[in-house]
Each structure stands twice: as structure tokens, then as C-alpha cells.
């Protein structure tokens, strides 16, 4: 009890101290592995598309497998984890090679010896699934009172150190890029100019600034509403960034004006 509460302590410093989610989560897993016998964890965590798993953390589990589920597909009968997010709820899967959810699975898992796996979602403080945490057991057989106690506390944790990754994503992305449209502001733009004038000392390619605004967009906000205006903002960036190339940069400096930083051109 002593050991788990200092590694519990230390996991929390470590979200404090802004360490990578990757590496807090692998000391999450490892912590609850050590307090049991026989049992191997994993971190799934939910793409941003809201349909898809990505690898979060699995220290113990064989490398081919984690590499084999990663990015799949949430559903009603996908596996332990797959289905604990579609659900939103727990699904404890005592015999992998006879339940139903896996049987569009079991010749991926078979070869690895695991035969029991309980999913519990992880959840943010809003009720938003963030992941889910397995824990896989070579044996047939449920979770036991003590092992139940260790997916609360860790899907707990878990959700801290997921949530608060997300929110500084979200504040760092804010800081350069416009809420509405999801286009970079005016200081990216600042930044993105500086080097690409650099470029044109060092390579000498052209460089073109484009000036855009919306002709009548007031109009449109008058008679329709601020809702469709902010629409139509987000259908005519997504078309303008549709336009240009990959290294090109579309800006919204504010209101109906937006500006397209073009490089490269010859």
C-alpha cells in the first residue's frame, strides 16, 4: 500500500511538472503491474476523429500486438476495449477465445497467450471518454476485489493526465490559431513571414502575399444570423486551404478578412 501511494505521488508530480503524457501513462501501467501477478496493462486513448484508438501506453504487453490494435476502430463488438468505449462502460471479458466481442479478434491475440482482458473507459471530469485502460491476464477468470480497486484509481489518474494534456494542446493551438476556423492568426502569420523571407535570402524563391476579405459578408450576418456567417467563415476557409499547396499558409486575421501566404514560386 505504501509502494502504490508513493508511485501515485510521484505520477502526480509528474502531471504537475508538465511530463510527457506518453511517459506518465507507461508509469502509470507499470505501477499497477507491480502491485499484481500475472497481469499486463494498456492505455488505448480515443483519436481525435472520435472513432479510432491510438496507443497510449502498454510497457509489458508483445510489441506486435499493441502494434496490430493501434488505430482501430471503436464498436459494439470490438473487442474488450473497443466495445468499453462504444458502450461507455465497463466490459470484463473472463475468456477472450469464447466471448463474443472477439470474435473478429482472437487469431490476433491467440498468438500471445492472453485470455482475459477487462476494459474500463477512461472519462474526463465532464463524462467525455478520453481512452480506456485494459488489463490483460494469462489466466481465465475475472477481476478480483483488489484488481478492480487499482482500474478505479488508475482510470482516475489516467483521466487527470489525459485531460490536462488536452487542455494545454487546446491553449497552445488557441494562442496561434483562430477558435472559429481553426486557421492560423496573425501570429503565425508574423512568424510564418519571417521565415519564409529568410528562405528568400538563402534559395531566392518568390514570395506573395494575398490580401482577401468577403464582399457583402455583413449581409449575410445581418439577414441570416451570426450562425450561418460563422458557416459560411468555415466552408470558405476550408476551400481556400483546399487551393493552395501544403507549404502555403491561409491566415484569418479577424472578422470576413483573411490573408494567403504563397512560397516557393518561381
Not at 55 to 66: D, M, N, Q, R
Not at 74 to 100: E, H, L, N, Q, W
Request: charged share 20%; proline share 4%; net charge negative.
Amino acid at each position: 500500500s505504501e509502494n502504490l501511494r508513493n508511485g501515485q505521488a510521484q505520477i502526480l508530480e509528474m502531471i504537475a511538472l508538465n511530463e510527457p503524457l506518453g511517459e506518465i501513462l507507461e508509469r502509470l501501467v507499470r505501477l499497477v503491474e507491480s502491485q499484481l501477478e500475472g497481469i499486463f496493462g494498456s492505455v488505448l486513448l480515443l483519436d481525435q476523429d472520435g472513432h479510432h484508438l491510438r496507443h497510449g501506453a502498454a510497457p509489458s504487453l508483445a510489441e506486435a500486438y499493441t502494434k496490430a490494435i493501434d488505430g482501430v476502430r471503436i464498436g459494439p463488438k470490438v473487442g474488450s476495449c473497443g466495445t468499453a468505449v462504444f458502450r461507455r462502460a465497463p466490459v470484463m471479458v473472463s475468456d477472450i477465445m469464447s466471448d463474443p466481442l472477439w470474435e473478429d479478434y482472437r487469431e490476433l491475440v491467440a498468438p500471445y497467450g492472453y485470455r482475459s482482458c477487462w476494459s474500463t473507459p477512461i472519462l474526463s471530469h465532464q463524462g467525455t471518454v478520453l481512452g480506456v485502460f485494459a488489463m490483460y491476464s494469462m489466466s481465465v477468470r475475472e477481476p478480483t476485489a483488489n484488481e478492480t480497486h487499482l482500474i478505479d484509481v488508475t482510470i482516475r489518474i489516467a483521466g487527470i493526465a489525459i485531460e490536462r494534456k488536452r487542455a494545454e494542446d487546446q491553449i497552445r493551438f488557441l494562442a496561434h490559431h483562430d477558435a472559429l476556423t481553426g486557421l492560423p492568426n496573425r501570429s503565425l502569420l508574423k512568424d510564418r513571414l519571417t521565415q519564409a523571407i529568410l528562405q528568400t535570402q538563402r534559395h531566392n524563391p518568390w514570395v506573395s502575399v494575398v490580401f482577401i476579405d468577403l464582399d457583402n459578408f455583413k449581409t449575410i450576418n445581418d439577414s441570416l444570423g451570426h450562425t450561418i456567417g460563422d458557416e459560411l467563415l468555415k466552408a470558405v476557409a476550408s476551400r481556400m486551404v483546399g487551393c493552395v499547396k501544403a507549404t502555403d499558409t491561409v491566415v484569418r486575421l479577424g472578422g470576413d478578412e483573411c490573408v494567403i501566404l504563397l512560397v516557393d514560386q518561381v
